[in-house]
């Protein structure tokens, strides 16, 4: 930025042809973008830095505070037992036939459904809604954005295998799986297809 500035001074003293001062111009023009851009740079690395600074500050006091309780039994985010693994233990689930086949925690048995203690964070819609353009358009950004937003987030991204037959629901392409929260008095319960469960 100086030896810009410094270059165009120069310019102007020595009465330099107005091409060469509109080129001085063009170059102190550059160096004000390259700092503005190397400012938010700056702003975004230092914004990143106090929120996994406050992430782990948050994990640390909830780890502290299990570890003064009684029987030490805690529930957090995937992400916090990231952090901590060398300090939690997560409890393991015994298979419905009682094999010792204990299942842990991870990124796959948590988007397949194979680790039942986990929260689901849920997007609905109905398929009237489907039909009009808006809510199509915000879904299909929605699914464009989520592996990114539910990592940045801390939480566990669906498959892109998933999140492809979402986007063919949403593009009319394939019929979705209806959910009903109620069933027709004497009607047979609806059974409804696995599929991997949504972010945590």
């Not at 990231?82 to 939690?88: C, I, K, R």
């Not at 036939?97 to 204990?102: K, L, S």
Request: with cysteine.
């Amino acid at each position: 930025m100086q030896i810009a500035l410094a270059e165009q001074a120069k310019g102007v003293r020595d009465q330099r042809p107005a091409y060469q001062q509109l080129q001085d111009r063009q170059r102190v023009d550059a160096a004000y973008a390259a700092l503005a851009s190397a400012q938010r740079q700056a702003r975004a690395a230092e914004t990143a830095k106090d929120a996994a600074s406050t992430a782990w500050q948050r994990a640390d006091t909830a780890a502290q505070r299990v570890e003064r309780a009684r029987g030490r039994v805690g529930y957090y985010r995937f992400s916090y037992y990231g952090l901590f693994q060398d300090q939690l233990r997560p409890f393991e689930i015994t298979s419905p036939d009682g094999e010792r086949n204990c299942i842990f925690p991870s990124q796959d048995t948590i988007t397949s459904g194979q680790y039942p203690l986990s929260r689901r964070m849920l997007i609905t819609t109905t398929t009237r809604s489907l039909a009009r353009g808006e809510v199509s358009d915000f879904l299909q950004h929605y699914l464009d954005h989520a592996t990114a937003a539910a990592t940045e987030a801390g939480m566990v991204a669906l498959p892109s295998d998933t999140l492809a037959l979402q986007r063919r629901w949403v593009e009319g392409k394939e019929s979705p799986t209806l959910v009903s929260l109620t069933e027709a008095p004497g009607a047979e319960p609806s059974t409804a297809t696995s599929i991997p469960q949504p972010a945590r």
